[in-house]
């Protein structure tokens, strides 16, 4: 065996302009250093009072139940649906991308019948197709809608799907994990009842926690349950009896996670929530005009597109990956390709959080102008960066 020590950790600096992770600002990189505490260390658990506040801020609720859940924002979609749904329940989802598949097999796995509303991935679900599905069925217990498709770049409206599911008494779970923090979310206002998030999109965060909020009239439904909740990890009435109404041991909370979080939390209350929104409208624009001066194609239903993640359809005969390895070897950036079907189609560049700046816009316009010229693709050099910055200036 050899005796020289395994090799350093030393990973490359990146500009992360992906789908998730964002760039973390170095205030989250260090509050993750800070001394490790007992996780019912009285300091530790004023921190986590602090965190929930923050959080209530930022999904604008009232909720009570609203923390952070140990797990990324995978782990806050199974939380909100294995706690709703028992056997034979009925549930109606949006799938119009991965994210709306994932949610469909979670509902499945916690023995609920699901009826699909589809859409092409790239448009939104149409709630006349939700309305059909919901008086398709006797009794609907929960709709569920995935607001910002990380997968295709659609932004999904929420006001009538909100409407007709208290119209026709079914919970609804709506999932903003790449919207929090980056788009409007407004759970009281728009009648949310189940909502969770995740920490690396738009809030800036290592990946690990998923912000979890549920009204009261989603805990009701919980204590009518007939049968305990069949995930004991994720189980919210055993969650909130750590988080919420009490400080019972249930697992040991990710401290330097939630010291993370907690500081992500206070840079956003810093910016304003009304700043960043419209920060991220401003620098999502920009790459939208900039793309298309390109030449360039967005793949997203005008009117319904992401500020926060933009989805550009490969031109033909451009090698997906040859790009895509020319921006992180020659650039140093990360971005994006397709899933499913539009795997090899699209190529899906983040604008979120700490990510999301001016600087950046034009860096990625610029990286691609050079790599498509260098691949033959007809370009006037600096059309993309051009028409970017105008828009930047305009605004
Ligand atoms: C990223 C993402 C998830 C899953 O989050 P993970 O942190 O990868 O588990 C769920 N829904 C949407 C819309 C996402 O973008």
Redesign the pocket.
Known sequence: MSNSSPRPLNPPYRVLMG??PSNIHPRVQQAMAAPLLGHLDPYFTNVMDDTVTLLRALFRTENRLTFPISG????G?EAGFCNFLEPGDIAVIGVNGL?GE?MVDNAQRCGAEVVPVTSEWGRIIDPEAIEEALKSQKRVKLLAL?H???STGALQPLAEASRLAKQYEALFLV?T??SLGGHEVAVDDWGIDICYS?T??CISCP?GL?PFTANPKALATLEARTRKVQSWYLDLSLLSSYWATGRFYHHTAPICMVYALYEALRIITEEGLEARIERHLRNGLALHHGLEAMGLTLHAQEGHRLNVLTTVRIPPGIDDLKIRQGLLNEFSIEIGGGLGPLKGKIWRIGLMGHSSTEANVLLILYALEKLLAKEGYPIEPGAGTTAASKALEEK
């Open positions: 789908p998730g990324t924002g995978s782990a979609m994210f994932r995935v910002a498709e990380t999932d994990v790449t995740g690396q999109k990946p998923a």
